[in-house]
């Protein structure tokens, strides 16, 4: 089971780029690594799913190097709606795609 | 894109009543889907992996027979917690993946709270 690490939480203001790394060192040859956002008492969302190099949707970008065992999460000019939890999800289990959650990122974003 | 519907959004009971929790997926077929539970500042727990047709997959550590799991056609999967107890009162989430789909869609969550 690909698992992953994240900074348990970071701060950041308004306005500025925030950029989440997440190891997951496991990784196997045909996952793809997406990024989801959740807020309190909410289901996760859907932020960008990549598989190699950088993918750009209209909320965030995602850098993943060649090896594939971190990715980074790039917020640009965040607010204070982006105050959330953020999780990277690899699932793999020998086949067997199973979500399985790591502890996510805390975000605070401060006036 | 994929939508995951999931009903109620909140619910109380009393202790020793059942509640059912239902997650459908709306403008897709889903022969998997997923319950997850989530106590406060927590991450999301991985409970079982429902299968369309066939026995749901517990994780170690979870009652099967407390957390039955129904999931009879291609877009509907239900949680029915039985003879629920104030430490079941927790944050209930499903999610599914279509089988076109590379990515998993969440429901929108259950607040259970049993008094």
């Known amino acids: 089971l690909a698992k992953t690490t994240q900074p348990i939480s970071m701060d950041s203001y308004e306005g500025q780029e925030v950029n989440i790394t997440c190891s997951h060192n496991?990784?196997?040859?045909?996952?793809?690594i997406t990024w989801y956002q959740q807020f309190p008492s909410q289901g996760p969302r859907f932020i960008i799913q990549?598989?190699?190099t950088k993918v750009t949707n209209e909320v965030a970008s995602l850098f993943i190097p060649a090896d594939r065992k971190s990715s980074t999460l790039s917020l640009p000019r965040v607010s204070l709606s982006d105050t959330a939890v953020y999780y990277c999800?690899?699932?793999?289990?020998?086949?067997?795609?199973?979500?399985?959650f790591g502890r996510g990122t805390s975000l605070i974003v401060h006036p | 894109g994929a939508v995951v519907s999931q009903h109620p959004s909140w619910v109380i009971c009393k202790s020793g009543t059942s509640v059912k929790i239902e997650c459908r997926s709306l403008d897709f077929q889903a022969t998997t889907m997923f319950w997850y539970r989530q106590f406060p500042k927590q991450s999301l727990m991985l409970m079982a992996t429902?299968?369309?047709?066939?026995?749901?997959?517990?994780e170690q550590g979870v009652e099967k027979d407390k957390f039955l799991i129904n999931h009879a056609s291609l877009t509907l999967s239900t949680l029915t917690v039985t003879s629920a107890h104030p430490e079941d009162s927790s944050f209930y989430i499903c999610?599914?993946?279509?089988?076109?789909?590379?990515?998993?869609?969440f429901g929108s969550g259950t607040r259970l709270t049993v008094v």
């Open positions: 999800l690899v699932p793999s289990s020998g086949g067997s795609y199973i979500p399985t």
């Open positions: 429902s299968n369309e047709g066939s026995k749901a997959t517990y």
């Open positions: 990549g598989y190699k």
């Open positions: 496991n990784i196997a040859t045909n996952d793809y």
């Open positions: 999610s599914a993946r279509d089988t076109y789909g590379q990515y998993y869609t």
